[in-house]
Structures are given as C-alpha cells and as structure tokens.
C-alpha cells in the first residue's frame, strides 16, 4: 500500500475539533435524524444520499467504551472537516500549494463521528464520499513534508511523517503523523494527529487520532475503529 500524510490545521491545533466535541454534546437531541431538500432535476433528494451514506458509515456505537461518541451535524461537522482536512477557514497555508481539497461537507456526502476519551484523546471517524483518487491526496503531501497555517493572527508549523500503511483490506490506503506546534517559549502548545486513510469504490474512510501535548497516541483504539469503518463502507 501506499503511505501518505494530510495537512491539519485550522483554529490553533485543534481547538475547533475539540470545541465541536464539547458543543455538540451538550446540545440536546444530537442523534435526530438528518432532515432532506427534493432535488426536482434527479427525482432524489439530500435525505436519500443522507441515507446512502448512513448505510455505509459507523454510528457512535461502534466506537471503543472508552471514546463515548456522537455524530457531528450541520456548522460542527464543518469544522471538524475543516480541521482534517487542513482547510484553515478564514486563514492562508503557506506555501499555497499545500492546501488539500475540502472534504464535502454536506449531509449526503459525509458521516462525522467524534468521541473523547477520559485523557483528552479525540478519536474521529468520517466517511464521505470521494471524487478524486487517494493517490493524489498521497502525492498532495509528499511533497508537502512541512508548511506554516495563520488563521486569526496566529502562526502554526506544521511538520509531517509517512507511516505504514494499515494492512486494512482496501483499494487504497494510507497513513500519516502529523505535528503542529504554535507559541512560543515558555508557552507553546503540540498536537499531534495520526491518520489513516482508505478509498473503495468512490467512497473514503479517515479515522484520526488527536493528542497535545507529550500524549501518546492510542494505537490499538484508532486501527479498530479504523478497520470496522473500511469494512462497513465496503457493505461488511
């Protein structure tokens, strides 16, 4: 398989995902269902491809007991794609080749599970539909080994690692560290996120595991979940 990294980066490190989090879950009725527009020109509607992808994707059930998780809806999922994406909203990547492509956002085309664990960890799943290759998301980051976000006034750098590859069943699949730092000395702040990506047949799984700090990832958690999302968008 072939092993790649992505670009993280958005609010400084990872305050939008982890706000979304806390948000979300003090919102009442998060697990509602998702609410769909009739689309006249296919005779379908945004409920419909809502439901398609729902079929495809992992509920907060399906997540580890020690990651109490819910889906993300509506501006929080937004965020929290912006965040994985490495789409600063509202901010500049320098250089600007380096900004990845967003990941659709809407309720028919992304399923956004996030959940926490006692020590601050986030362990994220989305499943979205995909248009491009993950090959070209792969070479994205190749060349893109360590790059500057600014969003608000506040500078993040950003550095990147190639890791092996799940050996998840997969057309593709690919897995990267990522480290943004921002402050500085005495105050500075550290996440890392370590990712894994697989594409089948027009649909992606990323799964993502958020730490601060000196915190080490939990492997064991982020390739459970990882391999449970891959074989449920592939029908398993």
Do not use: W
Request: proline letters at 6%; glycine letters at 10%; hydrophobic letters at 35%.
């Amino acid at each position: 398989m072939t092993a790649a990294r992505t670009l993280h980066t958005r609010r400084p490190l990872g305050a939008a995902l982890v706000g979304a989090v806390v948000a979300v879950c003090l919102l009442s009725g998060c697990t509602d269902g998702i609410d769909g527009t009739p689309v006249a020109a296919s005779g379908a509607s945004a409920s419909d491809g809502a439901q398609a992808i729902d079929r495809l994707a992992l509920s907060p059930s399906d997540f580890p007991s020690d990651y109490p998780a819910t889906r993300l809806r509506s501006e929080q999922a937004g965020d929290a794609l912006a965040d994985l994406a490495g789409r600063p909203l509202g901010g500049t990547v320098d250089p600007t080749s380096c900004l990845p492509p967003q990941i659709p956002s809407g309720s028919g085309d992304s399923v956004v599970i996030t959940g926490m664990s006692a020590t601050g960890g986030n362990l994220t799943v989305v499943t979205t539909r995909a248009q491009t290759p993950l090959s070209d998301l792969s070479d994205l980051v190749s060349r893109c080994g360590s790059y500057t976000a600014d969003i608000g006034g506040v500078t993040s750098r950003v550095t990147q690692e190639v890791l092996p590859a799940s050996p998840v069943d997969s057309q593709e699949s690919i897995a990267f560290r990522r480290v943004s730092s921002s402050g500085r000395a005495p105050v500075t702040l550290t996440q890392t996120t370590t990712v894994l990506a697989a594409q089948n047949d027009g649909i992606r799984v990323y799964a993502s595991y958020l730490s601060f700090s000196g915190s080490r990832p939990d492997g064991a958690a982020l390739d459970a979940v990882f391999t449970k999302a891959v074989e449920r968008s592939r029908g398993r």
